[in-house]
């Protein structure tokens, strides 16, 4: 999550992170300059992709409040939120020498929903 944070801050986002009700989805508000990330969502283990996710709207230039959804992959700014998240993760992975080659052992291992094993798929090819 540092590094999510540590990019959040290099990029002069606001940030506001903490434990809210684990029905509270993290969002986007560009108008305001900020990033909330619930890291008490109910799938835990999908916070830092949902905040790489939250993160893609600002570097997508999106307008209007965004709220993480796991099940939102068909809209086209979730989706170019969803790549960016992916990105990120992956670049992360190749810092690291960590390689998949299998898209769900991917998901699982980052908490990226499988709704994207196939978006995941595009990128480990």
Not at 26 to 48: A, F, G, H, R, Y
Not at 89 to 112: A, D, W
């Amino acid at each position: 999550m540092q590094i999510l944070i540590d990019y959040t801050w290099d990029h002069h986002f606001g940030l506001d992170i903490g434990p809210y009700k684990p029905d509270f989805r993290s969002c986007s508000i560009p108008e305001d300059n900020l990033i909330i990330i619930n890291t008490n969502w109910k799938n835990k283990e999908e916070v830092p992709f949902s905040f790489a996710h939250e993160l893609g709207h600002f570097m997508n230039g999106d307008d209007g409040i965004r709220y993480y959804d796991s099940a939102t992959i068909n809209n086209k700014c979730e989706r170019g939120a969803n790549e960016f998240a992916v990105k990120f993760i992956l670049n992360f992975c190749k810092r690291y020498g960590l390689t998949f080659s299998n898209p769900i052992t991917f998901c699982e291992q980052f908490g990226v929903p499988t709704t994207l094993e196939d978006l995941v798929a595009s990128y480990l090819n």
